[in-house]
């Protein structure tokens, strides 16, 4: 059984930092894909960060509007995923989830509909 459960998240100020956390069980995070989304209230699920597994390089993928800002990384021995959210702006307020495909490959995955197990999300509000 894939859980994942993310944690981090809280009410910041427009400029500050959040770290998020992605703890998994039931699989490797080093062997996967991991993603993270948002969505704002009223909104679609968005692509914000990916890091492919460490097979494949552990390259890092951002969305435009967080490029610069965020930094997805990985702990193996923790099997965690991190998402260092820094500059925070209004528009970054959402539900921020964390995501997994089912298949372990090297493919840079943007959408939400190629992941299949997902966190149940955790909350971000950065205040103007």
């Known amino acids: 059984q894939v859980q994942l459960a993310e944690s981090g998240g809280g009410l910041v100020q427009a400029g500050g930092s959040l770290r998020l956390s992605c703890a998994a069980s039931?699989?490797?995070?080093?062997?996967?894909?991991m993603g993270w989304f948002r969505q704002a209230p009223e909104g679609e699920r968005e692509f914000v960060a990916a890091?492919?597994?460490?097979?494949?390089?552990?390259?890092?993928y951002y969305a435009d509007s967080v490029k610069g800002r965020f930094t997805i990384s990985r702990d193996n021995a923790k099997n965690t995923v991190y998402l260092q959210m820094t500059t925070m702006k209004p528009e970054d307020t959402a539900l921020y989830y964390c995501?997994?495909?089912?298949?372990?490959?090297?493919?840079?995955?943007?959408?939400?509909?190629?992941?299949?197990?997902w966190g149940q999300g955790t909350q971000v509000t950065v205040s103007s």
């Open positions: 039931g699989r490797t995070v080093s062997s996967y894909t």
């Open positions: 995501a997994s495909p089912i298949f372990s490959d090297s493919i840079v995955r943007r959408t939400p509909s190629t992941y299949y197990y």
């Open positions: 890091i492919t597994r460490s097979g494949g390089g552990g390259s890092t």
